[in-house]
């Protein structure tokens, strides 16, 4: 049996309370937990911090935190910080800064990171390159344009598709990206358009998508700009199936969101056959899955588990980490020798009444 397979075999049993484990007493996996306390992203680092101490507390882990000051400078002294404590592995780091700069001195400690913000391709091809124990959860920089295109190719076939961009760099850019995968795979959209973003109205944008007989559109533009077009369409009555990134995880306002728009994001409830167990906790706790709290939740445990099986089969956390299979709150999850997922962590989203819900899509 692979290695790969025999690891996740593992993971059906509670790892942190096997008996006949040598020396695998719950006290011993101590876990850094880095993340920002002060300043602009401190309502983040809050995030980390109460899905991180949920799963600890129920896996009775000993989590120590660190701050994650996120300026340029600091990540050398939050990496020796962090081996200091005596940590097993660390969590959280949500600033390129504190990786760029302690990378290396986790890599001499054999000391896993994993990483719940960074989207820097650069950033995680250099420490593959280098052989730092860098995992990312995130989603990389190409993952959201490649789930756009193929929820567009697979479920739009044959339909008269527009592509709307909104001008701004981020807009532009992935709209691009969509558009030229479409046309590879030989969908060449029917109307590509500029719109200007921010109007109190689009009814000029909207007629020239009726007249163009335009039924599906992607939107490269943020929330309110999509509730905006909606409403519109509603309003000149064209039946316009709308499609957003994830950009649309914003708040519903002023314009509030019609019912069925689409947008591929990432799923903010938790996944899997522990779901409604685990929705309970949170709400006995009066904690909100949102943002980072299922991430850092998905990898406290995803290191508890891979710390049993370090310690059963004698090998390193960093090797128990790759080719395993994760049952975890975000749903599977598999670290491929990338250090990254091996699944597009991004799902087809609809609005329903005042949430985002997944889209039952074809497995794969």
């Not at 996996?29 to 992203?41: D, E, I, Q, R």
């Not at 960074?118 to 593959?128: K, P």
């Not at 592509?163 to 990206?177: K, M, N, Q, V």
């Amino acid at each position: 049996m692979p290695q790969s397979r025999l690891l996740t075999t593992w993971l059906s049993l509670p790892l942190l309370l096997l008996p006949g484990i040598p020396g695998a007493s719950a006290a011993e996996l101590k876990l850094a937990l880095v993340a920002p306390k002060t300043g602009s992203f401190a309502v983040l680092g809050d995030q980390v911090r109460k899905g991180a101490t949920l799963a600890a507390e129920g896996l009775s882990i000993n989590l120590v935190e660190i701050d994650e000051p996120c300026t340029d400078g600091s990540g050398q002294a939050v990496a020796e910080a962090i081996t200091a404590a005596g940590a097993t592995a660390a969590v959280g780091f949500l600033c390129s800064e504190t990786l760029k700069e302690g990378l290396p001195v986790l890599a001499d400690a054999d000391l896993p990171a994993v990483t719940l913000s960074v989207r820097w391709t650069g950033l995680m091809e250099d420490a593959v390159k280098a052989g730092w124990p860098l995992f990312r959860l995130a989603p990389n920089g190409d993952q959201e344009s490649a789930k756009l295109s193929e929820v567009i190719l697979r479920d739009w076939p044959g339909e008269p598709v527009a592509l709307l961009e909104d001008g701004t760099i981020r807009g532009r850019e992935l709209t691009e990206a969509i558009r030229i995968t479409l046309e590879e795979r030989g969908l060449k959209p029917a109307f590509v358009d500029t719109f200007r973003p921010g109007q109190e109205q689009q009814l000029t944008l909207v007629r020239r998508l009726k007249t163009a007989g335009i039924t599906h559109a992607f939107v490269g533009g943020d929330r309110n700009d999509v509730s905006i077009i909606a409403r519109d369409a509603k309003a000149e009555g064209l039946s316009l199936t709308l499609l957003g990134g994830e950009a649309m995880r914003a708040a519903d306002e002023p314009v509030p969101l019609e019912d069925g728009v689409l947008a591929v994001g990432l799923v903010e409830t938790p996944q899997g056959p522990s779901a409604s167990a685990l929705m309970s906790a949170f709400e006995a706790v009066g904690i909100a899955p949102e943002g980072y709290v299922l991430p850092a939740h998905a990898a406290v445990t995803m290191l508890a588990d891979s710390w049993g099986i370090s310690s059963a089969m004698g090998t390193p956390v960093t090797d128990a980490l790759i080719g395993t299979t994760f049952e975890t709150a975000i749903g599977s999850i598999t670290f491929g020798e990338g250090h990254e997922p091996t699944e597009n962590p991004y799902r087809l989203l609809q609005w329903q009444g005042k949430a985002f819900v997944p889209v039952s899509e074809p497995s794969q």
